[in-house]
């Protein structure tokens, strides 16, 4: 029997361009590309790289601020992915639950007050609303990174039961001398799982880390402008690496 010849570098172009559709088309996808043009553009400005007098600097502080508005854009009637996600989930306690509140109902409010702060910016309803609304937000968005990280390391210990589970099923396979490549192919998906996992975990921190700093308006320590900005693109970086291998 033949065997398949292996994807032509045609194919593969004409697979990523696909992907890459597939991607953009996705409301995710856009918003964390623009999520990374913005926090290089703050490094760049917090850094120091270019000096105040420059006037590369005014065009990048006006990018950065347009781009700012457009990804509230895209957070509109986002909230309701959260109440879909807590209306469908299923707790197996009292404090899953509790966890999950926090979770869906802290981002839903979060993503809910952000319609209003984006009408404000573009100048539909009063700007003078904006300062409280933008504090309402940023501790909606704290409390529900506290509980999207608290379920979190809850799923990450049941992987990590798991993997312990199927580890022991190997080892007995070896030890009786019979195949195990199914256990093998279990083992690698869960540890693909796992990856993903630590990852969104890592993301979250990110994003909690921001949240925390715009509760505190900037102020306090760790809330420095360069530090903040490599916390949003890193999470802007794990976030567009999930998203582009869920399409």
């Known amino acids: 029997m033949a065997s398949k010849a292996p994807p032509s570098s045609t194919e593969k172009q004409r697979d990523f361009f696909n992907h890459l559709e597939a991607y953009l088309a996705k409301r995710d996808g856009v918003d964390k590309l623009l999520k990374i043009s913005r926090y290089t553009t703050k490094i760049i400005l917090s850094s120091s790289a270019i000096s105040e007098s420059h006037p590369l600097t005014h065009r990048l502080k006006s990018f950065e601020s347009s781009v700012g508005v457009s990804r509230k854009a895209f957070r509109l009637g986002k909230f309701i992915q ?47 609303h904006s300062s409280r609304l933008q504090k309402i937000s940023a501790w909606a968005e704290l409390i529900g990174y506290i509980g999207s990280i ?49 990852l969104s975990i890592v993301q979250d921190f990110a994003d909690g880390f ?5 509760v505190r308006d900037g102020n306090g320590r760790f809330s420095g402008p360069l530090l903040i900005s490599f916390a949003g693109l890193l999470s802007a970086l794990i976030s567009t690496h999930k998203n582009w291998i869920s399409c």
């Open 150 to 198: 608290s379920l979190k390391f809850r799923d990450l210990n049941r992987i990590l039961e798991d993997e312990a589970c199927l580890k022991a099923s190997i080892e007995i396979a070896v030890n009786r001398g019979i195949g195990h490549r199914e256990e093998d192919e279990k083992m690698k998906k869960l540890r693909a799982k796992m990856l993903m996992k630590k």
């Open 210 to 214: 921001m949240a925390v700093a715009d």
């Open 82 to 128: 959260d109440i879909n996600a807590l209306r469908n989930s299923h707790f197996e306690s009292n404090q899953e639950f509790l966890l999950a509140l926090l979770a869906y109902g802290g981002e839903g409010i979060y993503y809910f007050v952000e319609q209003f702060i984006w009408l404000a910016k573009s100048g539909l309803i009063d700007k003078r």
